[in-house]
């Protein structure tokens, strides 16, 4: 027994070593072929949606057919996209680039902005302890929801007084987000929200797999 086990042993740890470096090769490969690298923050996931051939940049074309996809009317979803690109395009170019209306995924970070929730970071990250304060500070009338005059109230709150050209950004991206997402009572819940902050719940819409306007709690 004791020499069947000594001839074992060391191919089970041969065969164990070739599995885990097959497996760690497969997914270098897999990293290095994803235009957004290994550490996706919450706002690249955002986007992420939008990147329909996944080369980490956003078109104009891309953002309007995923508008439509998630529920914009075609003509809208041009226009928005269309200004969405105009004002972040630029912020997003990475260093050493001219500066164009695409956006690029990899520093899609430009684009965060003042004036509002701050449930993202500088770099990105979903910050969990501000976006928990949107409801605690801002949802009155339902619970774990808000109304659009919460949200107006919210903005108003959060605006940055020496920077005001921040604030037709935080109030169309809102008002986008809560028109999309509200249920049929017209408050915009905050499993919805989430799924916003982090890209999830734009292919639930596009697919019908939840559509927000009918559901919801109150009976007001």
Known sequence: MAGRWAVLLPSSALLLWIVCSCNWALLSV????????????????????????????LTIPESTKGFIAIGMDPAFALTMATATHAAFGPL???PGKLPSVNIH????????HPSDSGAYD????FVPKKFERIFQKFSHSEEDALSWLEVEAMLIANRDLLRPLSWPAAETEWQLIHMLGKDR????HKDTLRGAYDGTVFPKMRDHTIDPHLTGHSDA
């Open 105 to 112: 995924v990899s520093h899609i970070h430009g684009a965060v």
């Open 185 to 188: 009572h017209g408050y915009l």
């Open 30 to 57: 897999a990293v290095a072929a994803s235009p957004y690298g290994a550490n996706m923050t919450d706002l690249m996931r955002h986007v992420e949606f939008f990147d329909e051939d996944r080369d980490g940049i």
């Open 122 to 125: 500088k770099k990105g990250n």
């Open 92 to 94: 997003t170019t990475p």
